[in-house]
Structures are given as C-alpha cells and as structure tokens.
C-alpha cells in the first residue's frame, strides 16, 4: 500500500503564503539589510528596525509563531505540520557528525 504524502489544500495553501512572503518581504529585506546592489548594509538600529519590520509584517500576514499556541499569538501547529511549509532542501550528502 502507497503512503499518501500530498499536502491537505490548508496545508498547501499555507506553504503558498510563506513562499509569497519569502519572495516579496524576507529576500529583498535581507538584501537591503546586508547591503546588496547598491545600499550600504544597516547597522545598528536601522537593522534592528529593519528585521523589527519584518516580523510584525509576518504577524500581520498570520505566519508568525507556527510552533507557538494561538492565544500566545503563533499560529498553534502540530510540530508534524512545520516541515511542510519550509522551502525544500536536498537532503545532506553525509549524516550529521561524519
């Protein structure tokens, strides 16, 4: 018997808006707070302010917390639920400590 491993559509959906935010608000914040192109990068409390901006966006948008209860004001996920939402990576060439 197959093991089904397809996203539930809240699931799916969920991992949509973090990747929409990671494309529009955390790259491009990243880049102006490391200085990319043609910005210096910020230091001090304009990077505080920066990174500041950046999660209160994430709170607004409802993903900020997802391992933390909603009456804590995360988004109150199952720890199974979390790996679905970040990007994919490959998996490492060697296990951890060879």
């Known amino acids: 018997m197959a093991i089904d ?3 539930t559509p809240e699931l ?3 991992r949509a808006r973090v990747r929409t935010f990671v ?3 955390i790259r491009p914040g990243g880049e102006i707070i490391d200085g990319k192109g043609d910005n210096e990068a910020l230091t001090g409390e ?3 302010k920066a990174l500041i901006g950046m999660r209160k966006q994430a709170r607004a948008e409802g993903l900020w917390l997802p391992h933390m209860p909603e009456e804590w ?3 109150g996920w199952a720890t199974s639920s979390w790996p679905w939402c970040r990007p994919r990576r490959h998996a490492p060439t060697t296990a951890r400590g060879s």
Do not use: H, Q, T, W
Request: proline share 0%; no cysteine; charged share 25%.
């Open 23 to 25: 494309n529009d608000v």
């Open 12 to 14: 799916e959906a969920i």
């Open 46 to 48: 304009d990077r505080l």
């Open 5 to 7: 491993f397809s996203l």
């Open 73 to 75: 004001g995360g988004m």
